[in-house]
C-alpha cells in the first residue's frame, strides 16, 4: 500500500496496510475472529497481488466464505487506488450483485474506508457504486453483471468471475462451449496488466477450473484456466482433518456427505471434478484394460487373443454420417468381443472424418470406407455391419468395392434401424453395466465415448454417435467367421473362433 495513498485520507489508515490487517479490524467490528482457512487464502491473495500475478484461481469448499473473503480483497483493493474498476462476472445478474452490494457495505462501515464513500453519489447501487476517486472514468468503481449480459464497451482493472460455473451453465455440452465463449469476452474488457480472479467449486466433470495434469476431453485443447497460479482448499485435508474444525465437525461432515450424496459431495467439497447430476450411464463401471489384440495360429488352428482371454466372436457396427468435420453427427464405428466367459469386450472405437482437401480426388463416402476397411484388418474382424438409416443406404455396395480393393475378404452387412435410439442404448448398456461384464480399452477411455457416457440421458440432447455405434455392436449376434481378415486374398486360414480343423487320429481301440 502507497503511504502517500493514506495520508490523503485523513491519516485514520496506517501508512502500510495489510490484507491481513484490513480483514482483521473488519471481524473485530462484526464480533467475530478470523479463521486460520480465511488467513490462508488472504496471504495468498496479497502475495500473489505483490508480486505481479494477474490470473489467479480460488477453489474452497461450499461455505468456506471465499465469496465474503473476496469482497474485502475488493475493498483493499480500493483502499489502495480509488482510481481501480472492478467488474464481478457471475452466472446470473442476482449472484453478482450479492457480492457488490456486500464491498458497498463495507465500504460504507469499515472504519479505513468510510471517507471513500462520496458526499454526492451518482452511482451508489446495490450492483453499481463509484467510490470518491481523482480520475473521471465513464465506468464505475465496481459493478456486477451476469455472465450472459453484453459488457461490451466496459473497461476494468479487475475481473472477478465468481462461481461462474453453476448447473445452469455447464449441465450440457453446448452449455459449457458458451460459457468460454462468454469468458473469453473478458479479454476485450481488462486493461493492460489487469487481473482475472476466478472463484468457485467444479459442477461438471468437465469444468473450467480443471487442472493442467487433470482432464482432457475433446472439448478442448488444454484446461481453461491453463496457467492460472491456483489455491485449492478442499473440506478435508489428506490426512482426513476439517480445513475448518469450527465450523465443520467431522460429525458434519458425515451428514453432509450422506446428505448430498458421493458425487455432488466430491465435487463441491473435495473440489475433485464429477458430473453432479446422475447419468444413466457410469463409465466408472466400465473394466478398463490396457492388453492388445494377439492373432497367433498352433496346430492348425487360428487363435485370438487379449492376454490369457481367448476371442471367440466379434460384433461390428458403423453408424455412417457425413458432413464438415467437427459439425453435426460424428461417423463412428465400433467393436466389440466376447471372450470365452462371456465378458464384452469394447476394444476399439473411430470417429471417422474425411479430409475436405482430398474431395477432388477422394469422394467423403470412399475416404470412410477405406477408415473402415483399416479398422476392420487392424483388429482382425469377420464382418462389419453398417445402420442403413438415411445416409447409410448405399454405403453396404461401396464399402465391399474397398474391401475387394484391398483383397480383405470382410463380410458386410446392412441394418435398418426401427427402434428409438435412447431405448437401443438403454437395453444395449444396462445388463452388460450392472452385471459388471463390459470391458474396454485404455484407448477407448481416452476417446469422446467417455464424455457422451457421462452427458448421455434419455430424451437429451447431447451428443450419442458413440453409445449408438457400440450399442448396435452390443445388441448385434456375434459373428464367428472362419478366417483372418488381414489375411491374403483368397487364402482362407484357420477359424479363431475356437472350433479347429478335424483331425483324424488311429488308435487300438476295438469298437
Not at 502517500?4 to 491519516?11: C, F, S
Not at 472492478?86 to 479505513?112: C, F, G, Y
Not at 485449492?232 to 446428505?259: A, C, H, M, Y
Not at 464382418?383 to 470382410?410: D, Y
Request: glycine fraction near 6%.
Amino acid at each position: 500500500m502507497a503511504s502517500t495513498k493514506q495520508e490523503t485520507l485523513g491519516g485514520t489508515v496506517p501508512p502500510e496496510v495489510s490484507f491481513a490487517d484490513f480483514i482483521d479490524i473488519w471481524n473485530r467490528q462484526q464480533g467475530q475472529t478470523t479463521p486460520s482457512l480465511h488467513t490462508t487464502m488472504a496471504t495468498w491473495l496479497a502475495d500473489n497481488w505483490r508480486d505481479g500475478e494477474r490470473e489467479l484461481l480460488l477453489m474452497a469448499f461450499r461455505n468456506a466464505g471465499k465469496s465474503t473473503l473476496v469482497g474485502l480483497f475488493a475493498n483493499w483493493l480500493l483502499l489502495d487506488d480509488p482510481n481501480r474498476r472492478i467488474l464481478v462476472l457471475s452466472a446470473d445478474h442476482a449472484l453478482a450483485r450479492r457480492l457488490v452490494r456486500n464491498v458497498k457495505r463495507i465500504t460504507e462501515r469499515h472504519p479505513w474506508t468510510t471517507t471513500l464513500k462520496p458526499v454526492k453519489a451518482d452511482e451508489w447501487a446495490s450492483d453499481r457504486f463509484t467510490i470518491e476517486r481523482d480520475q473521471e472514468l465513464r465506468d464505475p468503481s465496481m459493478l456486477a453483471k451476469g455472465i450472459g449480459s453484453n459488457i461490451t464497451g466496459s473497461r476494468a482493472d479487475i475481473v472477478i468471475c465468481d462461481d461462474v460455473e453453476v448447473p445452469n451453465t455447464c449441465d450440457t455440452p453446448g452449455k459449457r462451449i458458451d460459457l468460454r465463449d462468454c469468458l473469453d469476452e473478458t479479454e476485450y474488457v481488462l486493461t493492460p496488466g489487469g487481473m482475472k480472479l476466478f472463484i468457485g467449486t467444479p459442477h461438471t466433470y468437465d469444468t473450467i477450473y480443471a487442472t493442467d495434469s487433470g482432464l482432457a476431453t475433446n472439448s478442448r485443447d488444454a484446461p481453461y484456466l491453463h496457467g492460472y497460479r491456483r489455491l485449492e482448499i478442499p473440506l478435508v485435508d489428506d490426512d482426513g482433518n476439517s480445513q475448518w474444525p469450527e465450523r465443520f465437525s467431522l460429525k458434519k461432515i458425515d451428514r453432509i456427505r450422506t446428505r448430498s450424496g458421493p458425487a455432488k459431495f466430491q465435487s463441491q467439497m473435495l473440489l475433485r471434478p464429477a458430473s453432479t447430476i446422475d447419468g444413466r450411464l457410469d463409465p466408472d463401471r466400465l473394466l478398463p484394460y490396457t492388453t492388445a489384440l494377439n492373432y497367433h495360429e498352433a496346430g492348425g488352428e487360428a487363435i485370438l487373443q487379449l492376454g490369457t482371454r481367448r476371442l471367440v466372436s466379434a460384433s461390428c457396427w458403423w453408424d455412417p454420417a457425413y458432413g464438415a468435420p467437427g459439425r453435426g453427427d460424428a461417423s463412428v464405428i465400433a467393436v466389440v468381443f466376447t471372450d470365452e466367459d462371456g465378458n464384452y469386450r469394447l476394444h476399439a472405437i473411430r470417429y471417422l472424418a474425411h479430409d475436405p482437401a482430398m474431395l477432388d480426388h477422394v469422394d467423403e463416402a470412399t475416404q470412410q470406407c477405406q477408415q473402415v476397411a483399416d479398422f476392420a484388418r487392424n483388429n482382425h474382424l469377420p464382418s462389419v455391419t453398417i445402420e442403413k438409416n438415411g445416409v447409410g443406404r448405399f454405403l453396404p455396395g461401396l464399402l465391399r468395392k474397398v474391401l475387394n480393393e484391398q483383397r480383405l475378404s470382410i463380410a458386410v452387412n446392412g441394418q435398418q434401424s426401427t427402434r428409438a435410439k435412447d431405448l437401443r442404448i438403454i437395453d444395449a448398456f444396462d445388463a452388460p453395466l450392472a452385471a459388471g461384464r463390459l470391458y474396454a480399452h485404455e484407448s477407448v477411455l481416452a476417446s469422446p465415448f467417455i464424455s457422451e457416457m457421462r452427458e448421455w440421458r434419455p430424451g437429451a440432447n447431447a451428443r450419442d454417435d458413440g453409445l449408438d455405434a457400440t450399442a448396435g455392436c452390443l445388441l448385434s449376434e456375434p459373428v464367428r467367421l472362419p478366417r483372418r481378415s488381414d489375411a491374403p486374398w483368397p487364402v482362407r486360414p484357420p477359424p479363431w473362433r475356437g472350433h479347429g480343423n478335424p483331425v483324424t487320429a488311429k488308435t487300438d481301440f476295438v469298437l
